[in-house]
T-cell receptor
Framework: GQQVMQIPQYQHVQEGEDFTTYCNSSTTLSNIQWYKQRPGGHPVFLIQLVKSGEVKKQKRLTFQFGEAKKNSSLHITATQTTDVGTYFCAGFGSGNTGKLIFGQGTTLQVKP | DTGVSQDPRHKITKRGQNVTFRCDPISEHNRLYWYRQTLGQGPEFLTYFQNEAQLEKSRLLSDRFSAERPKGSFSTLEIQRTEQGDSAMYLC?????????????FGPGTRLLVL
């Protein structure tokens, strides 16, 4: 079945350093979504990318959708302690389905 | 509107007991989803509804699990004869699908522990 994979699984950075997480799908996606889950919390929607090669920015966060619509990345510039959490990418399954398939997430720890 | 709500937030039960969870979606949302999340993993799709119709169910969902959304508003997820492997966070999400765009808003989850 369709799989969404993320690397790395964990990342520890010093506050102020940059951070990147990568997401790869086994099949072409109609769109890719990113969520953030704080420790003890629930996933919170960050952004959706739809177009091939699309790049979107939210303050220090930059999201990219690959040309083949099978991969995506999230880059955080100059991390802050408030960036701590697990970042998930997710894509809809093939066909006309509402089934959102999540990657296993990248957990970011930021040392002050 | 205060977002998606779930009740209870925590549930401890003994193996073999039945449990039922409730989800109240954002009021104008037509789609409602159930996911299960275990430690260190992403949410895993269980089932979803469009209005009152259950459109898809994961093959991972055994026949001990049943979900309903009788009037197209709130939904319930029942687990019969619980097993220790059912221990997880059960997340509900709702969305309003327009064309190909859809944002799912998650509730706080119900954490289930089966002893």
């Amino acid at each position: 079945g369709q799989q969404v994979m993320q690397i790395p699984q964990y990342q520890h950075v010093q506050e102020g350093e940059d951070f990147t997480t990568y997401c790869n799908s086994s099949t072409t996606l109609s769109n890719i979504q990113w969520y953030k889950q704080r420790p003890g919390g629930h996933p919170v929607f960050l952004i959706q990318l739809v177009k091939s090669g699309e790049v979107k920015k939210q303050k220090r966060l930059t999201f990219q959708f690959g040309e083949a619509k099978k991969n995506s990345s999230l880059h955080i510039t100059a991390t802050q302690t408030t960036d701590v959490g697990t970042y998930f990418c997710a894509g809809f399954g093939s066909g006309n389905t509402g089934k959102l398939i999540f990657g296993q997430g990248t957990t970011l720890q930021v040392k002050p | 509107d205060t977002g998606v709500s779930q009740d209870p937030r925590h549930k401890i039960t003994k193996r073999g007991q039945n449990v039922t969870f409730r989800c109240d979606p954002i009021s104008e949302h037509n789609r409602l989803y159930w996911y299960r999340q275990t430690l260190g993993q992403g949410p895993e799709f269980l089932t979803y509804f469009q209005n009152e119709a259950q459109l898809e169910k994961s093959r991972l969902l055994s026949d001990r699990f049943s979900a309903e959304r009788p009037k197209g508003s709130f939904s319930t997820l029942e687990i019969q004869r619980t097993e220790q492997g059912d221990s997880a966070m059960y997340l509900c999400a709702s969305s309003l699908r327009t064309g190909s765009r859809e944002t799912q808003y998650f509730g706080p989850g119900t954490r289930l522990l089966v002893l």
